[in-house]
């Protein structure tokens, strides 16, 4: 395939300004699928991913466009999800790219991911055209948004292209405005094999199916292929692309995007931003940019009903084929039985995999409150990482513990920055940056714990910025930290599971405010429940839920038997996401609620 009349790109947005119907019309208007094959939104796959309107898996499209030059293009889109969890996925995603539309509501003008992916695409140097939608809303302020593109993102607002997705207004425009902005790829069809995983997926006969870009040279069924960051062959089945199915091609060349299939058996030996080259005769250079999915966040998952262990078991396999990120392995929990410590990349990726559970496979679960991986550094010169709070050894025998810190970019209009200071100092940040990106527009920059982030971070930002600032962060290795473990205790018992690390400054408020929250979250019982947070050996807080009256049943004693039943009947259903502590019930919320307070 000739390279001049290939263009690849993706299309970037704040969540709702309408990306997926975009790519709707695209697909619609190039004749790749016809209206009555298009199920709304063809590239949100997954059920859960269409009713939170975000997008996890990357998707790669080939489409075809006559344009008026008269010549016909290749096209591939490559989808993006967007979410910060999955920021490095983006900026994979961006790399396979030359341009991206940049959509912006109308109505709602730039926002705070607008902005995120519109410094992603600067920084993977793609030619952005920005697309004003949603036009034919009465509400629309094009002029508004127009200004906005030239003071915040400080590109030309008369390159903007007015668009309604949902009604099909400026389609072509796009199309022909990808044609002559968005420049062919340059790779050299003549250079050894060079190609980037940026999505996978993984395929009952095929085993799994990388999504690749192809650099340089040429990649076709039959050639061994190796995986450059763990150095594993193996041997080119079939490739092919989408458009929007799966469709087998002879091979796949420089500037092109698609699958491939060479019996590859496990997902991880695939892992995003990974660069493939030909055995026999290895490209130089990978890719730039690689890194191991590593999980950031761990908690623990355990069935309701201990009989369905093993269900669990089997659902969480089955996930993790297609998803190199998720992490689990067998724990055990004095409060709730047999379960997995899982491991996610960060609060979304664990929230869509409980729900995923609980909703494909029918599990009831509870999640314990998710921590971060602490290095203890042990009196007897030994170094454990603890990733669950409950092992957390006695503090007789631990000689430090170090924390992972990130370096954390907020961009925020300026009249928010008192507000976001504030928020990164209570959250243990120290300022490393302060820079007016222009006159109204400020990057602040942080090294802050991990920890402080799992704990409703982004609420708050969003809350104290309407929604405006920003959130960026990459990892930043680990430092030493004053760090307690706390304890909870129902009617005298620790519960495993409660246990949570915090810092030794905020231990107190942290102690006081969990058995307050909890005295709200756990129901009145036929007896009372003293609820204590420890440290050691020392109570530091202590709060009651007072018994039950006992007339409750007594009310209808010896008479109405169908009443009596209704009533316990009613309990029941109540009952449903408690899990029973020793004689306690406590619902589920209680495990979270270390998130809830402050
Ligand atoms: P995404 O989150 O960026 O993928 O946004 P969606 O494509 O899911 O769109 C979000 C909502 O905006 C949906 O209800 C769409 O029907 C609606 N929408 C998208 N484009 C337009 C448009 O041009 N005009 C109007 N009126 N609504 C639109
Ligand atoms: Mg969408």
Redo the contacts with the bound molecule.
């Keep these: 395939m000739n390279q001049e009349l290939i263009r690849n790109f993706c299309i970037i947005?704040?969540?709702?300004?309408?990306?997926?119907?975009?790519?709707?019309r695209l697909l619609e208007f190039t004749g790749t699928v016809s209206k009555r094959e298009l199920k709304e939104?063809m590239l949100?796959t997954l059920e859960l991913e269409r009713e939170r309107?975000?997008?996890i898996k990357l998707n790669a499209v080939r489409m075809n466009y006559e344009a008026s030059d008269g010549k016909t293009y290749t096209m591939h889109l490559i989808d993006t999800p967007?979410h910060v969890d999955f920021t490095y996925e983006v900026s994979r995603s961006l790399s396979a790219c030359e341009g991206a539309l940049l959509?912006i509501?109308a109505t709602q003008g730039i926002e705070a991911q607008t902005i995120a992916n519109f410094f992603l695409a600067l920084d993977a140097g793609l030619e952005i055209i920005p697309v004003i939608?949603?036009?034919?809303?009465p509400s629309a302020n094009v002029e508004w948004v127009k200004e906005q593109i030239a003071d915040v993102l400080g590109l030309d607002p008369d390159d903007a292209i007015l668009?309604?997705?949902?009604?099909g207004?400026g389609i072509k425009e796009i199309l022909e405005a990808i044609v002559k902005k968005v420049p062919p790829p340059s790779g050299d069809v003549n250079k050894p094999l060079k190609a980037l995983i940026f999505d996978s997926f993984y395929d009952n006969y095929k085993g799994v199916i990388p999504f690749i870009r192809v650099y340089d040279g040429e990649i076709k069924p039959g050639m061994r292929i190796k995986l450059m960051s763990n150095n594993k062959e193996f041997e080119v089945v079939e490739v092919g692309t989408q458009s929007p199915n799966m469709i087998k091609l002879d091979s796949l060349k420089a500037g092109e995007v698609g699958w491939l299939a060479a019996n590859i058996k496990n997902i991880e030996d695939t892992q995003v931003g990974d660069t493939i080259t030909n055995a026999e005769n290895p490209t130089k250079e990978p890719c730039p940019g690689f890194r191991p999915a590593k999980p950031m966040v761990f908690a623990g998952l355990y069935p309701i009903d201990s009989d369905r262990y093993e269900d669990l078991k089997e659902a969480l396999e089955k996930l993790k084929l297609n998803d190199a990120a998720l992490f689990f392995e067998p724990e055990t929990s004095a409060a709730l039985g047999f379960g997995f410590r899982c491991g996610f990349l960060g609060l979304l990726h664990m929230e869509v995999i409980k729900e995923r559970l609980e909703r494909e496979f029918g599990l009831e679960l509870i999640a314990t409150a998710p921590s971060v991986v602490y290095k203890v550094y042990l009196s007897d010169g030994t170094v454990i990482d603890v990733q669950n709070p409950a092992e957390m050894p006695p503090k007789e025998k631990i000689e430090r513990i170090e924390e992972p810190y990130i370096s954390a970019s907020i961009i925020t209009p300026a009249e928010y920055v008192g507000s976001i200071m504030q928020l990164c100092q209570d959250r243990r940040g120290i300022q490393t940056g302060f820079t007016y990106l222009d006159e109204n527009r400020v990057e602040l920059r942080y090294d802050m714990p991990l920890s402080e982030i799992l704990f409703d971070f982004f609420d708050k930002l969003k809350s104290v910025s309407r929604g405006y600032a920003s959130f960026d962060y990459e990892l930043a290795g680990y430092k030493p930290s004053e760090l307690v473990k706390l304890d909870i205790l129902i009617n005298g018992k620790p519960v495993d599971a409660l246990s949570v690390i915090v810092h030794e400054s905020k231990a107190y408020q942290r102690g006081r405010q969990l058995v307050d929250k909890l005295k709200e979250i756990i129901p009145r019982q036929l007896f009372e429940v003293a609820i204590q947070a420890a440290i050691g050996n020392k109570i530091i807080a202590r709060s009651n839920v007072k018994a039950l009256r006992k007339d409750v049943l007594a009310k209808c004693y010896g008479g109405d038997v169908t009443r009596k039943k209704k009533l316990l009947e009613k309990q029941k259903e109540g009952k449903k996401k408690m899990k029973m502590l020793g004689k306690v019930e406590v619902p589920q919320e209680a495990f979270l609620a270390v998130l809830k307070v402050e």
Excluded: W
């Design positions: 947005a704040h969540i709702d300004h309408g990306k997926s119907t975009l790519a709707d939104q949100d309107g975000i997008t967007g959509v509501d939608n949603k036009i034919d809303l668009a309604s997705a949902k009604e207004i």
